[in-house]
């Protein structure tokens, strides 16, 4: 199983984008049964959860993020996204996408978000 994210880039304050994560090597329902999260991480700091979209269609998002920020996700094409706008300067991190398929977890590797006062 392989997850590529893609989407990160420069943006200024109060723009926005929209990260993918797509998912290959595994099949369809083994995706659909999974939760997808995003994660962010910058120098020094944790890894911290941003966004999840479980496998049942709910949503959940870190209170730094709510309402400016939503996941969503396309089981037909193993792929989630992650639209992020209204973004501020400290949401500049690298993202991560993770897939907790149940027996384990699944990363992948990361896509740069620069946002610039």
């Known amino acids: 199983v392989q997850l590529q994210a893609s989407g990160g880039g420069l943006v200024q304050a109060g723009g926005s984008l929209r990260l993918f994560c797509a998912a290959s090597?595994?099949?369809?329902?083994?995706?659909?049964?999974?939760?997808m999260r995003w994660y962010r991480q910058t120098p020094g700091k944790l890894r911290e959860l941003v966004a999840t979209?479980?496998?049942?269609?709910?949503?959940a998002y870190a209170d730094s993020v709510k309402e400016r920020f939503t996941i969503s996700r396309d089981n037909s094409k193993n792929t989630v996204y992650l639209q992020m706008s209204s973004l501020k300067p400290e949401d500049t991190a690298v993202y991560y996408c993770n897939m907790d398929a149940g027996w384990r977890d699944y990363w992948g590797q990361g896509t740069l978000v620069t946002v610039s006062s």
């Open positions: 979209a479980n496998s049942g269609g709910g949503t």
């Open positions: 090597g595994l099949t369809f329902s083994t995706f659909s049964r999974s939760d």
